[in-house]
Every structure is written in structure tokens, then in C-alpha cells.
């Protein structure tokens, strides 16, 4: 089938922190890999996308490389700010369908 | 552009009550999503619509849930009779067939229903 699985939280650190946050995936067709943000009191938002193997998206100084070999999508920022205190969710879709699968979400709490 | 809009945004209710949460998506937009939202489950699909027509409800908890999309730029999710364990955020979303099936989801900034 397919499903998301995404590192538990929640994670906190400091101000100009390195931030990895780990997502992995299965599918049965071909997938669109996604990374949705959602800041607090609000609805999620796209951060970040990947239509195909080895494709880079990225966004506000976010990235996530697709890894068909590994079946990952790691989400990844140099420094990390206040600002980005939120929860990001993993997703995928698949070309045969219509859902969008989300893993549970991180919670990302950076401190000053 | 007007994103997917919501309403109430909060709703506080008492065992019993009908809640009707309320949704208006973007413009354009052929695909309509309701999610529910909690600490336990995470986010769930309720149901989506194609064209105001419902394909998939397996998400749904139970007969007390229901939801209509009696044209393009409405939807209602209907809670009858409404419990506790119903407390939730809950999300609609849309989405734009396009000549690209990546295609996002933009969603709403959420319902949130608590039932005493």
C-alpha cells in the first residue's frame, strides 16, 4: 500500500541549528513527494515539492532530495529560525490516485 | 486569491447537538477533501468529492457523519448527534486537475470542534 513514515517528535533546537527531519515512504505507483508545513492556530501549507527520482525541491531555505533507491525524502535546513517553530508533514501522492497520504508530523520547536 | 475558507473557525457544542462545519473551496478547484485532526490519530481523510461528487467516504467514522457538495463552491460536513470523542480540528482542502498530476492540496485554516 502506501504510507509515510515520519521521525517522532517532538524536536527542539536552538537558534542557526542544522535540522534534519527524516521521512521515508512506500507506494505502489510512481509518487509525488511533498513537505507540508503547518504553523500554529493554522492549516497546512506546501513548503516543499518532488515529482521524480533524484529531484530537489526546496523553499525558505528547506530542501528534500527524492531517493528512489532509499525511498526517502529528508527534510533539511542549514540554520534553523524561531519562525520555523511548526509541525511538517510528510506526504505522498501517487500517479494512479486521488489522496494524499501524510505521515503523523514533527513538531519543531526552535528556541532563541 | 481567496484560499479555502472555513466556517465556524471554533465551535464548542454539547453531546447530542448537530454540528454542520462549513466549506468553500478555491475557485476552480475539482477535488474537495475533508480531514479530521487529532493528537491520537494524526490527520485522517474523511472523504473527497470530484466534481461535487463523493468518491471515496470509507474514512468516514460512522453513520453519524455525512457530507454534501451541493455545487462547486460548497461543501458541508454534518455531525449527528455529536460526541465527545468527536473533538478534532477538522480540515478542508482542494485541489486543481491539472495537465500536471502533482497537483497540491491547499487547505482551509480548519474548524475546531469541541463537544462537552
Given amino acids: 500500500?502506501?504510507?509515510?513514515?515520519?521521525?517522532?517528535?517532538?524536536?527542539?533546537?536552538?537558534?542557526?541549528?542544522?535540522?534534519?527531519?527524516?521521512?521515508?515512504?512506500?507506494?505502489?505507483?510512481?509518487?509525488?513527494?511533498?513537505?507540508?508545513?503547518?504553523?500554529?492556530?493554522?492549516?497546512?501549507?506546501?513548503?516543499?515539492?518532488?515529482?521524480?527520482?533524484?529531484?530537489?525541491?526546496?523553499?525558505?531555505?528547506?530542501?528534500?532530495?527524492?531517493?528512489?533507491?532509499?525511498?526517502?525524502?529528508?527534510?533539511?535546513?542549514?540554520?534553523?529560525?524561531?519562525?520555523?517553530?511548526?509541525?511538517?508533514?510528510?506526504?505522498?501522492?501517487?500517479?494512479?490516485?486521488?489522496?494524499?497520504?501524510?505521515?503523523?508530523?514533527?513538531?519543531?520547536?526552535v528556541i532563541p | 486569491d481567496a484560499g479555502v475558507i472555513q466556517s465556524p473557525?471554533?465551535?464548542?457544542?454539547?453531546?447530542?447537538?448537530?454540528?454542520?462545519?462549513?466549506?468553500?473551496?478555491?475557485?476552480?478547484?475539482?477535488?474537495?477533501f475533508w480531514y479530521r485532526q487529532t493528537m491520537m490519530r494524526g490527520l485522517e481523510l474523511l472523504i473527497y468529492f470530484n466534481n461535487n461528487v463523493p468518491i471515496d467516504d470509507s474514512g468516514m467514522p460512522e453513520d453519524r457523519f455525512s457530507a454534501k457538495m451541493p455545487n462547486a463552491s460548497f461543501s458541508t460536513l454534518k455531525i449527528q448527534p455529536s460526541e465527545p470523542r468527536d473533538s478534532a480540528v477538522y480540515f478542508c482542502a482542494s485541489r486543481r486537475t491539472s495537465g500536471s498530476w502533482t497537483g497540491e492540496l491547499f487547505f482551509g485554516e480548519g474548524s475546531r470542534l469541541t463537544v462537552l
Fill in chain 1, 1 to 109: 500500500g502506501n504510507s509515510v513514515t515520519q521521525m517522532e517528535g517532538p524536536v527542539t533546537l536552538s537558534e542557526e541549528a542544522f535540522l534534519t527531519i527524516n521521512c521515508t515512504y512506500t507506494a505502489t505507483g510512481y509518487p509525488s513527494l511533498f513537505w507540508y508545513v503547518q504553523y500554529p492556530g493554522e492549516g497546512l501549507q506546501l513548503l516543499l515539492k518532488a515529482t521524480k527520482a533524484d529531484d530537489k525541491g526546496s523553499n525558505k531555505g528547506f530542501e528534500a532530495t527524492y531517493r528512489k533507491e532509499t525511498t526517502s525524502f529528508h527534510l533539511e535546513k542549514g540554520s534553523v529560525q524561531v519562525s520555523d517553530s511548526a509541525v511538517y508533514f510528510c506526504a505522498l501522492r501517487v500517479i494512479t490516485g486521488n489522496q494524499f497520504y501524510f505521515g503523523t508530523g514533527t513538531s519543531l520547536t
Fill in chain 2, 9 to 32: 473557525r471554533h465551535e464548542v457544542t454539547e453531546m447530542g447537538q448537530e454540528v454542520t462545519l462549513r466549506c468553500k473551496p478555491i475557485s476552480g478547484h475539482d477535488y474537495l
